[in-house]
Antibody, heavy 120, light 111 residues
Framework: EVQLVQSGAEVKKPGESLKMSCKGSGYNLFNYWLGWVRQAPEKGLEWVAIISPADSNSRVSPSFQGRVTISADQSINTAYLQWSSLQVSDSAIYYC?????????????WGHGTLVTVSS | QSALTQPRSVSGSPGQSVTISCTGTNSDVGRYNYVSWYQQHPGKAPKLIIRDVSQWPSGVPDRFSGSKSGSTASLTISGLQAEDEADYYCCSYAGTYMPYVFGTGTRVTVL
């Protein structure tokens, strides 16, 4: 059974940093990338970043470049998303996602989400 | 890269058909045949229901169908059922460094 296990909910103040994780299991890690899509309250979906745990090849949305770092640990098939300085507007549910390691493949599996609240 | 444009809401009675449009540009929907659609019920994670414009992932009923013309993709739900009431998002590939551009989302209401 495919599972994407995400780290727990976070409450942060503006300017603080944050590192969240997503551990994949139930599939061959060499065949899939892991990443994040976020959804602000009552808003739409927004792609953040994606990485191959097999070789750490990654992509970050231009909207977040310079603010986020995505990394991975192949030995435990886990991806990490780190924010350097959170803003109130970063409050959202962050879904861990999986996509096949084939160019232009769609996201085929979603985790349950990590709620991040940024408030002073 | 701007979000793809979808109608805010559509509605239909049980058994009817509804169609949701997804308008992009020549850099995304118009350039690639890699449009996918996701269904999201309240409080739940999205679920892939259409990939590569018109292909069904395993287990998705063929009541859902996708198409594309130029820079506009469409999702049609035939034989509308109560459980189809949800939010629907389109998503397009826009190149190696922008693999996912999502639509603004459409709420489908079953009357």
């Amino acid at each position: 059974e495919v599972q994407l296990v995400q780290s727990g909910a976070e409450v942060k103040k503006p300017g603080e940093s944050l590192k969240m994780s997503c551990k994949g299991s139930g599939y061959n890690l060499f065949n899939y990338w892991l990443g994040w899509v976020r959804q602000a309250p009552e808003k739409g979906l927004e792609w953040v970043a994606i990485i191959s745990p097999a070789d750490s090849n990654s992509r970050v949305s231009p909207s977040f470049q310079g603010r986020v770092t995505i990394s991975a640990d192949q030995s435990i098939n886990t991806a990490y998303l780190q924010w350097s300085s959170l803003q109130v507007s970063d409050s959202a549910i962050y879904y861990c996602v999986r996509r096949p390691a084939v160019t232009a493949s769609p996201i085929d599996y979603w985790g349950h989400g990590t709620l991040v609240t940024v408030s002073s | 890269q701007s979000a793809l444009t979808q109608p805010r809401s559509v509605s239909g009675s049980p058994g009817q058909s509804v169609t949701i449009s997804c308008t992009g540009t020549n850099s995304d929907v118009g350039r690639y045949n890699y449009v996918s659609w996701y269904q999201q019920h309240p409080g739940k994670a999205p679920k892939l229901i259409i990939r590569d414009v018109s292909q069904w992932p395993s287990g998705v009923p063929d009541r859902f169908s996708g198409s594309k013309s130029g820079s506009t993709a469409s999702l049609t739900i035939s034989g509308l059922q109560a459980e189809d009431e949800a939010d629907y998002y389109c998503c397009s590939y826009a190149g190696t460094y922008m693999p996912y551009v999502f639509g603004t989302g459409t709420r489908v209401t079953v009357l």
